[in-house]
């Protein structure tokens, strides 16, 4: 059974970080595709950052600079720093698995990151 658990969200104020954390169980994580995405009220799910199983990287022009996807292939788990958080960052925060050769995806619960002024 796949699981993906997200953890690390809460209530920042603008200008702080914080780290969310996605353990993965049931998958070959290291053959997975690992994204972060979100989806604030009354909006469509969006995609913040990405990172391929090789390693590669890549995020929404938004967070740039801002925001760091890693990934431990040991522990199975990929990480999401968020730093100098805004407003506009407040969202429920998703992480997702995609394999690589079947794109086959799996999601996770979803955690909620609020930012506050």
């Known amino acids: 059974q796949v699981q993906l658990v997200e953890s690390g969200g809460g209530l920042v104020q603008a200008g702080g970080s914080l780290r969310l954390s996605c353990a993965a169980s049931?998958?070959?994580?290291?053959?997975?595709?690992m994204g972060w995405y979100r989806q604030a009220p009354g909006k469509q799910r969006e995609v913040v950052a990405a990172?391929?199983?090789?390693?590669?990287?890549s995020y929404v022009e938004f967070v740039k600079g801002r925001f760091t996807i890693s990934r431990d292939n040991a522990r199975n788990t990929v990480y999401l720093q968020m730093n100098s958080l805004k407003v506009e960052d407040t969202a429920v925060y998703y992480c997702?698995?995609?394999?690589?050769?079947?794109?086959?995806?799996?999601w996770g619960q979803g955690t909620q990151v609020t930012v506050s002024s």
């Open positions: 997702a698995a995609t394999h690589e050769y079947t794109h086959r995806t799996s």
């Open positions: 990172m391929s199983s090789s390693g590669i990287t």
């Open positions: 049931g998958i070959n994580f290291s053959s997975n595709r």
